[in-house]
């Protein structure tokens, strides 16, 4: 990927570059939006909105190495904005799989649970709990990376991150 990043002549993108782009960051931009709506259909459309909307503005991406937390800061604000516009989003207890990853202690001990109930916990938790779970454990994004992308402080990403886990194992207690 980092050959088609450079081939970017004056940010602007040929059709292959975008199609490559678009294949290699579907799954990661895709869940992002599904996450917070919980519709497929819908996932799929401010997806690809997302897309349109990278390729249009990708001239203002400084690093083109953070491409795709780029674009899944987008796609998440394009949810959230959804949501804010249409309050009477009926929310589902469903949401697909979250590939784990064993980095920390908390991490092992979620992976014993049943994956069905971390779903469940997740998909009840408080949209600003609930991003910083996706991004930080999903995404693997730092501490750092998850507050500039939510322009937050970095001991309120901190702070949000202890509450949620908090609220998660109450939950899953």
């Not at 949501?83 to 799989?97: A, F, G, P, Q």
């Not at 991003?131 to 990376?145: A, E």
């Amino acid at each position: 990927m980092e050959a088609v990043m450079e081939m970017i002549p004056g940010s602007i993108l040929t059709k292959d570059q975008q199609h490559f782009l678009y294949k290699a960051h579907y799954n990661s931009v895709y869940h992002t939006v599904y996450y917070t709506l919980k519709d497929r259909s819908l996932a799929e459309d401010l997806t690809n909105d997302a897309y349109l909307l990278a390729f249009e503005k990708i001239h203002t991406l400084r690093d083109k190495e953070k491409f795709r937390n780029w674009i899944c800061t987008i796609a998440a604000n394009l949810a959230k904005d959804y949501i804010k516009k249409n309050r009477r989003l009926h929310i589902v207890n469903t949401i697909e799989e979250l590939p784990g990853k064993a980095d920390a202690v908390e991490d092992v001990v979620l992976q014993k649970l049943d994956k069905s109930e971390i779903k469940e916990a997740i998909s009840g938790l408080d949209h600003n709990y609930k991003n910083v779970i996706l991004l930080r454990y999903y995404h693997d994004l730092s501490y750092k990376d998850i507050a500039r992308q939510l322009n937050l402080n970095d001991n309120t990403v901190k702070t949000r991150l202890k509450r949620a886990k908090g609220k998660l194992y109450h939950l899953l207690s």
